[in-house]
């Protein structure tokens, strides 16, 4: 059996500009994540994952970068980020961070010069092409949008020519058929792991090569998103592989590659397979769709397709098993909040601590996203000067464009729905003003709802949803029942049930029954045959099992020690 390190692991993303300002100017920074530290250790993740926190002029909030190598002012120097290094490792805690290959800033030097003459040493740094003549006018090379709206081409008035950018206008794509350009970021990430960190994350990575530069028929708009024509191409895994020859194997660190794109199960296994010789692991998004979010007008209306959200998490466990290892996570930075994407507000402990439940003890490495320890919800954003992200603001000049009848309130409404901003406002702290997170009015707002849900209370509270976290990565990682939560198989049960999310989990002479009511309803259910001998975690006080048949109340969710009979 394959071990690693980081399979023995469970991760906490931080995302710096929210999670807590130390130096009281509104925006989270190094400093900051440092003083924090401390409270990751008690939590008892022995991971983190920073974002980007490179000089950026941070159109995307730092995903753009400007220089690689160069901390941005606003989050600190060089300095801070050693010593997070330095002092998580004394702690025990790794730490990875944002690879961002896709794309630079449009500030970066290398774009400054390429932008400057199609002769240039740096114009093939970054894709180019000329536009095209249609009924008189000169347009875009394709009719392809961007993931952040509008054409993902721009074009530049310096050579008249058109340069790509999947994300936003100041977000130029590299070049990767480029050697030079694989150098130069096999050098980054060189630079990177010569400095400490355990590994990375790397940002869009399904995304580089793109397709013939052929107009998409998926639809009839005038810009198509249609991500097949940049994500998961054959030629990408040839990059991956190159990286990993070049800078991983060597270095011997962690990778996860964020596949967006839709990559399936099959790209999946090409991507993090233990014999593709690539990626460590991939965060896929396939269980991030299991709900109407996108189709409806009203978060009321909101409804999770368990069985197929249960599915998803059961066909990737089965492909990856004894072939791959995967990350385990509710959301990121781009998604919306756990709890107010699959949690209920009518039983918010309850179903907070059933989908920790439900996630931690699948086999893979877990990440909790800021805030979820706590079960963090929404915020309510109502103008669009409340927005700050980038695809959020861009959407909504779409949606206005594309209805400039429709209501104000209703365009609004549609927006807050999906944006990425949710999960960025400050990590409640406490329940001072501006949720201790800064001592002046932060650079976004933070969610009115601190003085409910915040880390200092729940650390109190022996019954929060915290607590339940903690218990969670204490039982992963120092528990007797760490092998078969790591290691065992992974075997999901009455898979045709509507609301139940059941798995059993094998190992040695170890066997965990884990239950998971994903809906409000009370559910009656026949256990299986095996003996219980043991309840390891809940969510309830006590445990109703009468006859062998288990009386489940909304969103409860039960892990059994069993033992089969003999
Ligand atoms: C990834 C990041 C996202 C960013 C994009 C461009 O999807 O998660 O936040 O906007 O890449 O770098
Ligand atoms: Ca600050």
């Known amino acids: 059996m394959m071990k690693k390190w980081w399979m ?3 991760g906490y993303q931080i995302y710096p500009k929210s999670f807590f300002d130390a130096n009281h100017d509104g925006i989270g920074d190094l400093p900051g994540i440092l003083s924090k530290l401390g409270y990751l250790h008690e939590l008892g993740v022995n991971l983190i994952w920073i974002c980007p926190f490179y000089d950026s002029p941070m159109d995307d909030n730092g995903y753009d970068v400007r220089d690689f190598f160069k901390v941005a002012d606003i989050f600190g120097d060089i300095e801070h980020i050693k010593a997070i290094i330095r002092e998580a490792h004394q702690l025990g805690i790794r730490v990875i961070l944002d690879l961002v290959l896709n794309h630079t800033s449009d500030e970066h030097p290398w774009f400054i010069e390429s932008r400057k003459s199609k002769d240039n040493p740096y114009r093939d740094f970054y894709i180019w092409h000329e536009g095209r003549i249609k009924h008189g006018k000169k347009i875009e090379p394709t ?8 054409s993902c081409w721009r074009h530049d008035p310096q050579t008249d020519s058109y340069y790509m950018k999947i994300f936003s206008d100041k977000m130029p794509d590299l070049n990767w058929e480029n050697p030079e350009v694989r150098q130069a970021m096999a050098d980054v990430a060189k630079w990177w792991l010569d400095l400490g960190v355990d590994g990375f994350r790397i940002d869009a990575v399904s995304h580089l090569q793109r397709d013939a530069f052929v107009d998409s028929t998926l639809t009839d708009d005038r810009y198509v998103l249609d991500w097949k024509k940049f994500s998961n191409l054959p030629k990408v895994h040839d990059h991956v592989r190159w990286l990993h020859n070049e800078v991983f194997e060597p270095y011997d660190c962690l990778t996860i590659g964020e596949t967006g794109g839709e990559a399936s199960i099959e790209e999946g296994l090409r991507y993090a397979s233990f014999d593709a010789k690539a990626l460590s692991m991939v965060f896929n998004f396939d269980h991030n769709w299991c709900n109407n979010l996108w189709s409806i ?3 009321k209306d909101l409804k999770t397709d368990v069985i197929r959200l249960k599915q998803v998490f059961a066909q990737w466990q089965e492909a990856f098993k004894g072939q791959g290892w995967l990350p385990l996570n509710w959301l990121n930075h781009d998604q919306p909040r756990l709890m107010s994407h699959y949690g209920s507000r009518a039983h918010f402990k309850a179903s ?8 931690h003890m699948m086999r893979g ?3 909790i996203y800021q805030g979820e320890e706590i079960g963090m919800i929404n915020h309510p954003f109502e103008n669009l000067q409340d927005f700050r992200d980038i695809a959020s603001i861009n959407h909504y000049h779409e949606l206005m464009r594309k209805h400039p009848d429709a209501d104000l309130a209703y365009i609004i409404k549609k927006v807050v729905m999906t944006s990425r901003d949710h999960p960025r406002t400050p990590v409640h702290w406490d329940d001072t003003r501006h949720a201790g997170f800064s001592t002046v009015r932060p650079w976004i707002d933070v969610t009115p709802n601190h003085d409910l849900i915040n880390i200092a209370d729940q650390m109190q509270d022996q019954d ?6 903690r218990k969670l990565i204490q039982l992963r990682l120092t528990s007797d029942l760490r092998d078969v939560i790591i290691h065992g198989t992974f075997e999901m049960i009455d898979v045709a049930h509507p609301s139940l999310y059941v798995y059993k989990r094998h190992h040695d002479h170890d066997q965990l ?12 259910w026949r256990l299986p045959a095996d003996r219980v001998t043991a309840v390891i975690i809940q969510n309830y006080p006590d445990v109703d099992i009468r006859h062998q048949t288990l009386y489940l109340r909304p969103y409860e969710s039960i892990v059994f020690k069993t033992e089969a009979h003999t």
């Open 8 to 10: 023995e692991s469970v």
């Open 143 to 150: 009719n392809w949008a961007s993931f952040f709206g509008g």
């Open 297 to 299: 007008d009203d978060p």
């Open 352 to 359: 907070g601590k059933m989908l920790a439940t439900a996630l």
């Open 365 to 367: 490495t877990p990440f």
């Open 464 to 469: 929060s949803i915290w607590h339940h976290y």
């Open 513 to 524: 029954l884990v239950v998971n009511n994903f809906t409000a309803e009370h559910v009656i």
